[in-house]
């Protein structure tokens, strides 16, 4: 299995080098947005998924192919929950130790209340928690956790990790109609990342086919009400637009099933992040693939997505 992928450019990260180290889709959640479908079934115990050696290498192979400046980030994200796997806090430090591209963790920060993830963590230039909900029974609504993964357990780990960690902390929102961007919502969400004190608030719109069709993204007056409820801190963080760099891929069929398997796409968005080929090639990879049943198809307010053919999502 590939564990490195891109650098992609990132919304927040500028250009990010991946780094997966978990199986699709090994979580904690089940959030009704997640652009990799539904969590089936739900995984809350902490392995050695993929050997971290194996891993760390792969870094290394991708790092060495590439110039100074041509990765900003180095981010673990995996197709779930990274900090799922035992070896994450290892990686970390080995990463750290070959190379000064910052380190970014992007989690739901559910384990946070355990005292040796923390310390994992503390290692990392940038954490990404996700605190979409002000109150347990939204939580509940949202991200339909593993029974264990509770609210009280994500609020208390991530106050115990701000109290440790001097890094940036970035919080996630991800902002749905209907959903978490009431007034009343947003004030109790904001009312919970005080108690937090994240560095930054990032306000996240579903801009890919979530795992509930019904979920839609928050309209312009949730996101004026978001901005002027959670104050300051907070700003709406927009889709990159920009190509993924495609030098570590042999073909445009590879690259298609490393990107879309961590972000599915439209065929108009491969096609412009894949600008290494022509659209033509990247068509024919697209049916190539779809026929070796690779990928599959995920349909989204009339445009076609392209997914991992093993992602979950509802007919």
């Known amino acids: 299995m590939q564990t490195v992928y891109g650098p992609i450019p990132s919304r927040r990260l500028g250009r990010s080098l991946g780094v997966d180290p978990i199986p699709l889709k090994t979580c904690n959640w089940n959030c009704i947005y997640c652009q990799l479908g539904r969590s089936t079934p739900l995984v809350n115990a902490r392995d050695e998924y993929i050997p971290r050696e194996t891993i760390l290498a792969e870094i290394q192979a991708t790092l060495a192919h590439h110039a100074p400046g041509e990765i900003d980030h180095i981010s673990f994200v995996g197709s779930g929950e990274p900090t799922l ?22 989690t739901n920060g559910v384990l946070l209340h355990r005292a040796d993830v923390r310390a994992e963590l503390l290692a990392a230039d940038i954490v990404m928690p996700t605190v979409s909900a002000g109150t347990a029974a939204l939580y509940q609504r949202i991200h339909r956790p593993h029974p264990a993964a509770t609210y009280v357990r994500l609020i208390d780990g991530l106050e115990a990790f701000r109290a440790l960690y001097t890094g940036q902390l970035w919080v996630e929102v991800m902002l749905m109609r209907e959903v978490n961007d009431s007034e009343d919502a947003l004030l109790a969400l904001a009312a919970v990342l005080r108690r937090i004190h994240p560095d930054q608030v990032h306000v996240i719109l579903p801009d890919r086919p979530p795992a509930e069709p019904w979920v839609m993204a928050a309209d312009q007056d949730g996101l004026l009400c978001a901005e002027a409820v959670l104050g300051p801190i907070a700003h709406i963080v927009h889709p990159f637009s920009h190509g993924v760099h495609v030098s570590d891929y042999a073909s445009p069929g590879e690259a298609i099933v490393g990107i879309v398997t961590r972000h599915p796409m439209s065929e108009p968005q491969l096609v412009a992040a894949l600008d290494g080929w022509s659209p033509g090639e990247v068509a024919a990879a697209l049916t190539e693939l779809e026929h070796a049943g690779a990928i599959r198809p995920v349909d989204r307010l009339g445009v076609r997505f392209w997914a991992a053919a093993p992602a979950r999502f509802p007919a």
């Open 85 to 106: 796997h035992s070896g994450l806090g290892w990686m970390i430090r080995a990463v750290r130790q070959i190379t000064t591209i910052p380190v970014a963790v992007i």
